[in-house]
């Protein structure tokens, strides 16, 4: 496809294949972080709620049927519809999208910033099931195809142990404390590090190719198929699901700064990496008007405004840009008050 970025080519060494007892530890440490970030790795466990069923019980589909199967996806848009009180199939495909993009953007951004864990490639066995309500569950079988890159996340007991097929004995190390003089950064270190400008010597290379991995995985592998199908239902441009697509992935870093804001920083650099790639480039604007605080504004409309009751999202290209700045302003002042 015309704007893909090249693929990504790792230096022999530069990753780390991870054991799946890994991949399954960060997963459920993501999945903490809100339900948009969940994906299940063992649905058969009691008192995992709606995810505690059998991959056999017939309600796990395969994600690619979505994009593959024009009536199960023309199913979904309906239902949507319904749920929306709207009779436009456009509309409920876009916001469908939107949400089904928000699915796929939150566990991946999750695992890179929590645990420098990548998937080489979208899982295969990636599975959905119909929910009534809510994000749609998300199930998947870690035995394959994650990578570490030392460059990002937790500190590891070292790399036999991660490339052994025994399960480490520990899946993570202590950090050193920061009241250690020798460890603890100057204010003016902090304050590098959790710019997403200002990075360290050779950090910046690392970046851009786990950016050009997370593009792969969610826009080449998943979400380009579920563009294509999309618009062979309803009448939607590219430029709308894109922009869609880009809006969720900025979303991320509205939710997770939430519950972990030490990931903040460098969950703000991966996405504004991701942002300038391919078919996202263009897409909008990441904004910071606080410290910390990060907004986006795209250049198309969701539609959600056409819904009955709904009204524009605050980075809808239609919003003026003093009502904007107002809602910036209150959701800043919300989220201090809550101590984030």
């Known amino acids: 496809m015309a704007g893909r970025p090249a693929e990504p080519e790792w230096p022999e060494g530069g990753t780390l294949r991870a054991h799946p007892d890994l991949v399954r530890a960060a997963l459920a440490e993501v999945a903490a972080i809100g339900p948009y970030f969940a994906i299940s790795t063992d649905p058969g466990v009691p008192g995992t709620g709606d995810l505690g069923a059998s991959r056999s019980d017939g309600q796990w589909r395969p994600l690619s049927e979505l994009a593959a199967d024009t009536a199960a996806l023309r199913a979904r848009i309906d239902d949507f519809r319904r749920r929306l009180g709207t009779e436009e199939s456009r509309v409920a495909a876009s916001i469908l999208f939107q949400g089904l993009a928000a699915r796929l953007w939150s566990p991946v951004i999750g695992t890179v910033t929590t645990y420098g864990l990548v998937p080489a490639r979208a899982p295969a066995d990636l599975r959905w099931r119909p929910a009534p309500t809510g994000p749609l569950p998300l199930w998947t079988s870690p035995v394959s195809g994650w990578h570490v890159v030392p460059e990002l996340g937790k500190e590891w007991p070292g790399e036999p142990i991660l490339r ?50 997370v593009y792969r995985v969610v826009v080449a592998d998943l979400l380009e198929p579920l563009v294509d199908a999309v618009r062979g239902i309803t009448k939607i441009s590219a430029g709308l699901l894109w922009g869609n697509a880009a809006s969720s992935l900025a979303g991320t870093l509205r939710t997770l700064p939430a519950t972990r804001p030490d990931l903040a920083p460098r969950a703000a650099r991966l996405v504004r990496d991701v942002l300038g790639l391919g078919v996202l480039a263009g897409t909008g604007r990441l904004a910071e008007p606080a410290a910390g605080h990060h907004f986006f504004v795209r250049s198309s409309c969701c539609l959600y405004y056409r819904v009955p009751g709904g009204g524009m999202c605050d980075d809808c290209a239609l919003l003026a840009p003093p009502v904007r700045d107002r ?7 919300q989220a201090r008050g809550a101590g984030t």
């Open 164 to 213: 052994t097929s025994q399960p480490p004995a520990s899946l993570r190390t202590t950090h050193a404390s920061d009241d250690s003089p020798a460890e603890k950064p100057t204010n003016d270190a902090r304050a590098d590090q959790d710019s997403p400008d200002q990075r360290a010597p050779g950090r910046e290379t690392a970046d851009e190719e786990v950016a050009a991995v």
């Open 327 to 333: 809602q910036w302003a209150r959701t800043v002042r």
